[in-house]
């Protein structure tokens, strides 16, 4: 049984958005019940991209023309294999190849997609009007967070934008940013977005397991755990709840058990600044931190950001590594980040 969750759905054009090729016929009309489909889509937080054979300019205003140009992140419009714009779609947004599905009207271009990408779910345009019932394309919950998926990446790209064209360090950047990052311990109405988090991310995921909405929440009620999220903000806006961490308490040691962050944030160091700032509590609570780790096949650089913040390897049993912060490791927070907090969340 497949129980792959999409999280991003490439769109051909012709004959599959719309009725007609646009190099040939510039009059091309939508095709029934697409729009209802892709603001459905959008409104479960599925983001959405276009993989055409076409005139890129010809096609973004047909496009605008539509008032569709804004529901697609990323467009791929060439004459390059379909293929290669779909990988070129997968790194931009940072996702796996598997929880992207390709929709398009010509079986040898899904052909073409299915043998260069298998992991891709290609689905014939011809069946668009089922794919809203198919469980692939259903996530379990649809938070604020998800309903706001399309901005929040449209967001990243302005910022992106802005990196490019920045005349300075990386450092200098970061701090024309004004970041804020805002901890707090999970409450009721963040569990949701917590479990999702907990799904959706591999990349920066310090164990790859997955936790139930009413697992968190029993987690966030004992006393014997500090279950914290993370909110990130700056000068563009905001980029959503995009951390959780937790936080075993024992009388003389603390253990991370968890620690996610959202693949969007890698580039700003925030994994860092979250172990950083638990580190900080731990050391005035007169307790030594350990944390809990787990070899995937993607989550290396999370093993990386341990090493880098003082961790070493002290034991390894049932694939779970136990790793220990020494005792002398100082971490900074920088000072191009604003920690916002509240301290009783550890009482």
């Known amino acids: 049984m497949d129980s792959r969750k999409i999280k991003c759905v490439v769109w051909d ?3 599959t958005l ?21 603001k459905e889509l959008d409104r479960r937080g599925i983001l959405q991209s276009i993989c055409s054979k076409n005139d890129y300019t010809l096609a973004m205003n047909k496009l605008r023309e539509f008032g569709l140009d804004d529901m697609f992140i990323y467009p791929q419009i060439s004459w390059e294999p379909k293929s290669k ?15 992207i599905a390709f929709i398009d009207d010509d079986e040898f271009e899904r052909k073409e997609v299915n043998f260069s990408v298998p992991e891709v779910l290609c689905v014939d345009a011809a069946d668009i009007d089922g794919i809203l019932e198919n469980d692939a394309f259903i996530p379990k919950y649809i938070t ?12 990243d790209i302005k910022r992106n934008k802005a990196k490019d064209e920045f005349k300075g360090t990386e450092v200098d950047f970061l701090k024309m940013l004004d970041m804020k990052f805002i901890i707090d311990k999970v409450h009721e109405d963040d569990l949701a977005r917590a479990e999702e988090l907990t799904v959706r991310t591999h990349q920066l995921n310090s164990t790859g397991i997955t ?8 987690l966030s009620e004992d006393p014997g755990y500090v279950l914290l999220i993370a909110e990130l903000k700056d000068v563009f806006g905001d980029y959503g709840k995009i951390g959780l961490s937790l936080i075993e308490k024992g009388k003389d040691r603390w253990t991370i058990k968890m620690l996610l962050m959202s693949c969007r944030v890698m580039s700003r160091g925030v994994g860092a ?5 638990i580190s900080k509590m731990a ?11 787990i070899h995937t096949d993607v989550n290396r650089s999370m093993y990386v950001t341990y090493k ?18 020494s005792d002398d490791f100082v971490g900074v927070i920088p000072d191009y980040v604003k920690l916002i907090d509240d301290e009783s969340i550890w009482n």
């Open 13 to 15: 054009l012709d004959n």
């Open 18 to 38: 719309w009725d007609g090729i646009l190099s040939e016929d510039g009059a091309v009309s939508l095709k029934q019940n697409v729009v209802g489909i892709i």
């Open 85 to 99: 714009g779909i990988k070129e779609i997968r790194d931009d947004i940072n996702i796996a190849m598997d929880s």
């Open 144 to 155: 604020n967070d998800s309903k706001n998926r399309r901005l929040l990446y449209q967001t």
């Open 211 to 218: 936790f139930s909405y009413d697992e968190l929440k029993k």
């Open 273 to 277: 600044i979250l172990i950083n700032y």
């Open 283 to 293: 050391k005035k609570n007169n307790v030594d931190l350990y944390a809990e780790f």
């Open 308 to 325: 880098f913040n003082g961790f070493k390897k002290v034991s390894l049993e049932n694939d779970i590594e136990s790793l220990k912060q």
